[in-house]
């Protein structure tokens, strides 16, 4: 055993000289493949990193959402759906929501104006106060305790305190996010209570129970659409995913071309490497050592490249959060959710990028490698 | 000893440019002895060397070290007999260009898993015995043609063979270098290395260190010569 390692040493050493020795074309096979994995890396950790906020940010969602239709948009749900709804048994904190969107003119920015649930104290507002995303903070470049002026749609301006600033770690929710009274609400859009709600949202007691309480909904209420927080999960997924296919569509090209220069700089010995297999193996090495040594010099080149790639796509992604690549994955409005990810890496992508990148490299210089070290020494004697 | 038996090697065997290089060779090469093998170019000797020394398999015949048929080994038993027994000194030396003169005399000794602490004394220590401690540090390729030369000498040592096979060793070096190659192949036959040398520089084949003379030409063996049985002879005729 001490001897194997001490012969493996001696390969790792040799290996780390024959780097060094054609250290041109080696460190431009590392930065390419840097590059490569680290935008791959980029992509996935985003994915990853915006399911996870996605997905925590819903856990405050309500599990079932009724919406009223006419003529198959949302429209306004009547305030009677509210006792209609009360009467399904295990239907819990059955209330009516309301909220919309608004662009404000002056920045040219779409928020999000929504009036805070009743259990939901911590966001409570009273009239004439508001609770805004950090984003629209930012923009508006309003602090705690400053106003906010909005100009409704019919034209009158609305003075609102700033009571609070949302935190940026829920952000990828709350970033276009205003918070407002219900009475400031209905005076903004003109709305009576007659009106009714944007929709309305329920809890269920038992979490088994959805599929049935949606049925008995669909039942009482046949022109609802009901959505659960689990149909919203997917659609995000659905987005991120496409969003996330798009990007790996777009760098596919990349990867086609990054797999012919691998292959083509990886499998092609130069003459000076063909005479070094012939001397070594002359001397007394074995095919397993010249094929052992090659394996080392493809798997650190490789480890190296995904270890760089993938810690700087961890620090552009968590560190930087993901400025090259936020306008296609995270941006859906003029005002983008500016917040810090929570890093969240998924480990069976990693380890599928590692196995994707490494592997093929690897194997790309064995061949070549394999059909010199079988050729029979005497190469160097001719 | 090595025996041949009827050894034949063809390049590119079964191919339109197929070539008999080796053709129906038997031979028997003593130990300790200092055996040159000579001819024109073409004629087979550093192909007939590559047989011996195990870097090529024969296409036909058989080669034995002492009882030990090693022309039918299997690949690795093959390196390792190659690695244990012949150390080799190429044409212009094949040192591996970027390495130290030290890592160049290391490098055989690699796949035997010794510590690198005692391979690199002995090296170093092989390197003092041919005088080149101060150069041990230096890359390869900016060692002299004389220094080049007895590193080269330095790795096949290495290992500790008991042959020690060269391949036209003196081919561009000049008259004092090619005397301090002689000199050197005299201390390893008196330490009891046996030494097969492929020339057709007559300063080797004339020197008076070499034993047997074997003349190729055209993959056939023509001659075999004991020069030192001859020069005994002359010796007491002289005395007589």
Avoid at chain 1, 3 to 28: C, E, V, Y
Wanted: aromatic share 8%.
């Amino acid at each position: 055993m001490r001897r194997w390692l001490s012969r493996q040493a001696h390969l790792i050493d040799f290996t780390l000289g024959a780097l060094l020795r054609r250290k041109g074309r080696n460190l431009m096979m590392l930065a390419v493949y840097t590059l490569i994995i680290f935008m791959l890396a980029s992509v996935t950790f985003l994915g990853s990193a915006l399911r996870f906020e996605a997905k925590a940010a819903l856990n405050y969602a309500p599990e079932v959402t009724v919406q009223n239709l006419i003529m198959g948009r949302h429209a306004l749900s009547p305030p009677d759906w509210v006792k209609k709804l009360s009467r399904i048994r295990g239907a819990r904190n059955i209330h009516g929501r309301l909220w919309g969107y608004f662009y404000d003119q002056a920045v040219g920015a779409n928020y999000t104006l929504m009036v805070p649930p009743p259990r939901a104290r911590d966001l409570a507002v009273n009239l004439g106060e508001v609770i805004i995303g950090h984003a629209i903070a930012d923009l508006r470049k309003v602090r705690q305790g400053g106003y906010l002026f909005l100009l409704s749609p019919s034209g009158k301006l609305f003075k609102l305190k700033v009571i609070r600033i949302l935190p940026e770690d829920s952000a990828l929710l709350s970033a276009d996010l205003v918070l407002i009274s219900e009475t400031d609400y209905r005076a903004f859009f003109n709305l009576t209570p007659e009106d009714g709600y944007t929709d309305i949202a329920l809890t269920v007691r038992n979490s088994n129970e959805i599929p049935t309480v949606v049925n008995k909904i669909t039942r009482i209420l046949p022109t609802a659409r009901v959505i659960t927080r689990e149909d919203i999960l997917r659609t995000y997924e659905n987005v991120f995913s496409w969003r996330e296919g798009i990007v790996l569509a777009m760098l596919a090209t990349a990867l086609v071309a990054f797999a012919i220069f691998a292959f083509d700089k990886a499998s092609g010995l130069s003459a000076e490497e063909r005479r070094e297999i012939g001397i070594l193996k002359a001397v007394g090495w074995e095919t397993s050592d010249v094929i052992a040594m090659k394996l080392w010099e493809g798997g650190l080149i490789s480890a190296f490249a995904f270890i760089f790639g993938a810690a700087a796509a961890y620090a552009h992604v968590f560190l930087f959060d993901a400025s090259l690549l936020a306008p296609v994955l995270k941006g859906w409005a003029v005002l983008y959710p500016d917040f810090s990810l929570t890093p969240v890496v998924d480990r069976l992508q990693l380890i599928t990028l590692a196995f994707i990148t490494i592997i093929p490299f690897t194997i790309a210089t064995l061949v070549p490698v394999w059909k010199a070290a079988i050729t029979d020494p005497d190469i160097v004697m001719r | 000893m090595i025996r041949l038996e009827h050894v034949t090697r063809i390049h590119n065997e079964g191919r339109p440019n197929a070539v008999v290089a080796v053709n129906d060779v038997s031979l028997e090469i003593p130990k300790e002895r200092v055996t040159v093998l000579r001819g024109p170019s073409g004629s087979g000797k550093t192909t007939l060397l590559t047989l011996i020394g195990c870097l090529a398999r024969p296409t036909q015949g058989r080669i034995w070290l002492d009882d030990e048929l090693i022309s039918a080994l299997p690949e690795r038993f093959m390196t390792e007999v190659r690695r244990r027994t012949f150390g080799f000194i190429f044409q212009r030396f094949n040192l591996i260009r970027g390495l130290s003169a030290l890592e160049n005399v290391m490098l055989p000794a690699y796949p035997t898993g010794e510590s690198h602490a005692a391979l690199k004394a002995r090296a170093a220590a092989l390197l003092e015995r041919f005088g080149l401690k101060a150069r041990m540090h230096e890359k390869s390729e900016l060692l002299s043609g004389g220094e080049a030369q007895r590193v080269a000498i330095a790795r096949a040592l290495i290992n500790d063979p008991a042959w020690i096979i060269a391949d036209e060793p003196t081919a561009s070096l000049d008259t004092a270098l090619v005397d301090q190659f002689i000199e050197e192949m005299r201390a390893l036959k008196k330490a009891g290395k046996s030494i097969i040398i492929t020339s057709h520089d007559p300063r080797i084949w004339q020197a008076d260190v070499v034993d047997r003379i074997v003349t190729m030409q055209d993959g056939h063996i023509l001659s075999v010569e004991d020069v030192s049985a001859r020069e005994r002879a002359e010796e007491k005729e002289q005395n007589a």
